[in-house]
């Protein structure tokens, strides 16, 4: 009983050991965003190095980790919400690129997973291994084709370069997939014998069985796509068509304390995303893995 009780205490400080190492970016970048951005040059001078004029180069003896500003200053919120309508750009600008792409992904791998796991045959099973070899492809290898394919249609340049390719990735209709699986059969054979045909099936069946599924997508597929940086900056040749994943790592070092306050800004929609739907994201993934393919 001794050593049951040792070694759930022993997990316990390890796993708070390691859910503090995990968020403490995330609350250093929170803390810092309400400083000025004379303490941060003074906390974190010789990581930035930046550069004010007048003064010269201003490189810090050591890294201060502070967690409590000195004076909470809110300069920083008020430069990006008011005094730079460039970031607010920026903001609409990764909205306008990630809700097509969530939508159509969406869409398009519940259309494509009830195919795979309604028909069977030799292509369908080679077109679902085909599928695998893409999603476990990284993304950077796609980004020549996608920048050729582009260009053929003449969207080089403009948002749907960008949209289209997500639109249509196949982590999605993997995912989809093998949860579809796991519906019953006899849901399925109830419905024709009830009289419907394949549309109401795929509707009044498959889709509110797999809610929780489509939730979870949805949210990964927000999360992946809201930090891409790579594709818009290779497809998006205007740089105020780019969204501000981009911006974020253009910002200077003498901006520090307003690259605090935009990346909370910019964290704030996937995070209220994964609280509201934590639960369906998480069942979501595991039926979805727990189904033999």
Not at 35 to 63: C, H, K, L, W
Not at 270 to 275: D, E, N, Q, S, Y
């Amino acid at each position: 009983m001794r050593k049951r009780y040792f070694g759930r205490t022993g997990l316990f400080i390890l796993s708070a050991f390691f859910a503090f190492c995990f968020l403490l970016p995330t609350v250093l970048t929170i803390s810092n965003s309400f400083m000025t951005q004379s303490e941060i040059d003074a906390n974190y001078g010789m990581i930035f190095e930046s550069t004010r004029p007048g003064v010269g180069t201003y490189v810090s003896d050591s890294v201060t980790l502070k967690f409590i500003p000195d004076r909470v200053s809110f300069s920083q919120y008020i430069t990006v919400l008011f005094r730079s309508p460039e970031y607010i750009l920026k903001f609409w600008n990764s909205v306008i690129l990630v809700i097509p792409i969530v939508v159509l992904q969406v869409g398009i791998a519940s259309f494509a997973a009830y195919s795979f796991t309604r028909y069977q045959g030799r292509l369908k099973n080679f077109l679902f291994f085909f599928y695998i070899v893409l999603m476990l492809m990284p993304y950077q290898v796609t980004i020549v084709p996608n920048y050729l394919v582009a260009d053929w249609l003449d969207i080089l340049g403009t948002r749907w370069a960008v949209i289209f390719p997500g639109a249509f990735a196949p982590f999605s209709v993997f995912l989809l997939t093998k949860f579809m699986r796991r519906i019953p059969s006899v849901l399925i054979e109830a419905a024709k014998l009830d009289g419907a045909n394949e549309w109401q099936i795929f509707t009044r069946v498959c889709i509110p069985q797999c809610r929780s599924a489509l939730y979870s997508i949805a949210i990964l597929v927000f999360i992946d796509y809201w930090n891409m940086v790579e594709l818009p900056i290779i497809l998006l040749d205007n740089a105020d068509m780019q969204p501000l994943s981009v911006f974020l790592s253009t910002i200077n070092s003498g901006e520090a304390g307003v690259a605090f306050a935009v990346a909370v800004i910019y964290m704030i929609p996937p995070l209220l995303l994964f609280l509201h739907g934590e639960e369906a994201l998480v069942e979501g993934i595991t039926h979805s893995g727990s189904v033999k393919g």
